[in-house]
């Protein structure tokens, strides 16, 4: 997803310094006059107006802010805007925020959803948690990567709609699985099945997009995990426990995921949960 972010940020004229711990992620970007690739996380920060955090968790989003030497908070000045882009857990995330406004540093929740189509095309919907007068200010640098941007509140808010958007675009898949698997057992061409759950009221992200795409088709390579399905619908579930809210749905579901990541291969693309279930049948 950093990739093509980067690449909508540069298209954007902003000037972009990167660093992944693969060497050979920012290949593609070398050529482009705006760019330029660092040493290490913490060189980034040397001439940066606004830091992106994009990674998997708040595991690895703690660890870079507070371990190391240096980490990124030892690093970072009250003049710099941090933004996590990432799905991290909600709570983790208010708590770096609080950490980091006591050393005068604005921390701005923004994940997104779209998948890496979206990330390619600038139009990523983007989940934004944070104080009014930093969310605004880093708006445009958005802008350049999401068309549907959505200040929900304080920080972590952005982060709790994203593990629950998540939950719910799992639920969907989940079902979508069990009721193409139903319906092929029972001798229905699943591409019929697909076709009227699309102009009836069935209708979601994953009929409208992953189906035909890479279920049926059997490429499985939507470009997101398995493993970080299953993670973020754990974030969402804890977070669901820790509201008192009603989670038996979520609890169920997480559990499919659980097992679905067990049987399936590492590395497993999210929408192989269509083969795990077509195996279970």
């Not at 299953?230 to 989670?247: H, N, S, V, W, Y």
């Not at 497993?268 to 279970?280: G, V």
Request: glycine share 8%.
């Amino acid at each position: 997803m950093g990739l093509p972010m980067v690449g909508n940020l540069l298209r954007a004229g902003h000037k972009v310094q990167a660093f992944d711990l693969n060497p050979h992620a920012a290949e593609a970007l070398q050529s482009e006059a705006l760019f330029s690739r660092a040493d290490s996380a913490a060189a980034t920060l040397t001439q940066a107006d606004i830091v992106i955090l994009m990674l998997p968790d708040s595991k690895v989003v703690d660890d870079l802010l507070w371990n190391g030497a240096p980490s990124l908070a030892d690093v970072l000045t009250p003049s710099q805007i941090l933004i996590d882009m990432g799905s991290s857990d909600p709570v983790r995330s208010r708590d770096n925020f609080d950490k980091l406004a006591a050393k005068g540093i604005a921390f701005v929740d923004a994940p997104v959803s779209g998948g890496v189509k979206r990330a390619v095309d600038g139009s990523l919907s983007i989940m934004i948690g944070g104080e009014t007068s930093a969310v605004d200010k880093v708006r445009p640098v958005l802008q350049a990567m999401g068309k549907n941007l959505v200040h929900l509140g304080a920080a972590g808010a952005g982060h709790a709609v994203k593990a629950l958007n998540n939950y719910v675009s799992a639920s969907g898949l989940l079902a979508v699985s069990e009721a193409l698997a139903a319906a092929e057992q029972f001798g229905i061409d699943p591409h019929l099945v697909n076709q009227v759950f699309n102009t009836s009221t069935g209708r979601n992200n994953t009929t409208d997009v992953k189906v035909e795409n890479f279920m049926l088709s059997g490429s499985f390579n939507s470009g997101f995990s398995l493993a970080l399905m299953r993670k973020d619908l754990q974030t969402a579930l804890g977070f669901i426990e820790r509201m008192g809210t009603p989670d038996h749905q979520a609890a169920a579901c997480t559990r499919t995921w659980v097992d679905a990541e067990g049987a399936l291969k590492l590395g497993a693309d999210h929408t192989e949960m269509y083969k795990f279930i077509r195996h279970a049948s």
